[in-house]
């Protein structure tokens, strides 16, 4: 089984042309590591550029974001189906920095549904922002699977990724410890078996946060977990060939 890492470069970088660069280290890197199922997300302004440029098959596109609405009076905002029409298979739905903005559980549940619709596979992002001892956080992130998951069909569920990302733990060095992404995993695994039944088991989990060279091989043996989203790390062409290579190496 391949690992999926899924490369969330932001808003960054700063200029197309460094976009461009980054994209070609990224892209030799990538094509030295079979086991890896790359999946870059470039800001929206630059995914039509290097999707339509690159003719390779090892590195597939997402969107961060994408609009629920098919079209209309959105200024500002892209549909599912331009991002598609661009090259985007994946769309990040519902990442914290989108919640942060005021994206709530019930808009996320709108993507995902839209997601699917367009035959493309949304990455369902949750995670608490804060983790206290009562144990709140299992509420938060259960409420967010089943809002976000309340339409849809049993037939779709499997195509739905979920990416664990603890928020607290995002941008640093320090992931939360593979233990609890092992306990987290089976607590998300149980929600939605709980919704679906069986065939929640096919659905594919990842851990987000912080996860760079030297934490990705332990998160990746004890955390329960199929792959990673790599914000900062990613946008780093050295640390970010590391981090591949320990993957595909040591897998
Ligand atoms: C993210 O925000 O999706 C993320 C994984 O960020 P970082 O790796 O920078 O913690």
């Given at each position: 089984?391949?690992t999926i890492?899924?490369?969330?470069?932001?808003?960054?970088?700063?200029?197309f042309?460094?976009?461009?660069?980054l994209?070609?280290?990224?892209?030799k890197?990538a094509e030295?590591?079979?086991?890896i199922s790359?999946i870059?997300?470039p800001?929206?302004?630059?995914l039509?550029?290097l999707?339509?440029n690159?003719?390779g098959?090892?590195?597939s596109?997402?969107t961060q974001?994408?609009h629920?609405?098919a079209?209309?009076?959105f200024?500002?905002?892209?549909?599912?189906?331009?991002?598609?029409?661009?090259g985007?298979e994946?769309?990040l739905v519902g990442h914290?920095?989108?919640?942060?903005?005021?994206?709530?559980?019930?808009?996320?549940?709108?993507?995902v549904?839209?997601?699917?619709?367009?035959?493309?596979t949304?990455?369902?992002?949750?995670?608490?922002?804060?983790?206290?001892?009562s144990?709140?956080?299992?509420?938060?992130?259960?409420e967010?699977?089943?809002?976000?998951l309340a339409?849809?069909a049993?037939?779709k569920?499997?195509?739905?990724?979920?990416?664990?990302?603890?928020?607290?733990?995002i941008?640093?060095?320090?992931?939360?410890?593979?233990?609890?992404m092992?306990?987290?995993?089976?607590?998300?695994r149980k929600?939605?078996?709980?919704?679906?039944?069986?065939i929640?088991?096919?659905?594919k989990?990842l851990?987000?946060?912080?996860?760079?060279?030297?934490?990705?091989?332990?998160?990746?043996?004890?955390g329960?977990?199929?792959g990673f989203i790599?914000?900062?790390?990613?946008?780093?062409?050295?640390?970010?060939?590391?981090?591949?290579?320990?993957?595909?190496n040591?897998?």
């Amino acid at each position: 089984m391949k690992t999926i890492v899924v490369a969330n470069w932001k808003m960054n970088p700063p200029t197309f042309r460094e976009a461009r660069k980054l994209f070609e280290a990224t892209k030799k890197t990538a094509e030295k590591c079979p086991k890896i199922s790359l999946i870059i997300a470039p800001p929206a302004i630059y995914l039509h550029a290097l999707a339509s440029n690159y003719r390779g098959k090892k590195i597939s596109f997402a969107t961060q974001n994408a609009h629920a609405e098919a079209n209309g009076a959105f200024t500002g905002e892209t549909s599912i189906a331009q991002a598609r029409d661009v090259g985007a298979e994946y769309v990040l739905v519902g990442h914290s920095e989108r919640r942060a903005m005021g994206e709530t559980n019930e808009a996320t549940g709108k993507k995902v549904s839209a997601v699917l619709a367009q035959k493309m596979t949304p990455i369902l992002c949750v995670g608490e922002t804060k983790r206290e001892s009562s144990g709140e956080y299992l509420d938060i992130v259960g409420e967010q699977l089943r809002t976000a998951l309340a339409d849809v069909a049993p037939a779709k569920i499997s195509k739905v990724i979920i990416a664990y990302e603890p928020v607290w733990a995002i941008g640093g060095e320090t992931t939360m410890s593979p233990r609890d992404m092992h306990s987290m995993a089976i607590f998300i695994r149980k929600t939605i078996v709980g919704i679906y039944g069986d065939i929640g088991h096919s659905v594919k989990i990842l851990y987000g946060a912080s996860v760079g060279e030297k934490n990705v091989l332990e998160m990746l043996r004890e955390g329960n977990v199929r792959g990673f989203i790599v914000g900062h790390v990613s946008t780093d062409p050295e640390r970010f060939a590391t981090l591949l290579k320990v993957i595909q190496n040591e897998t």
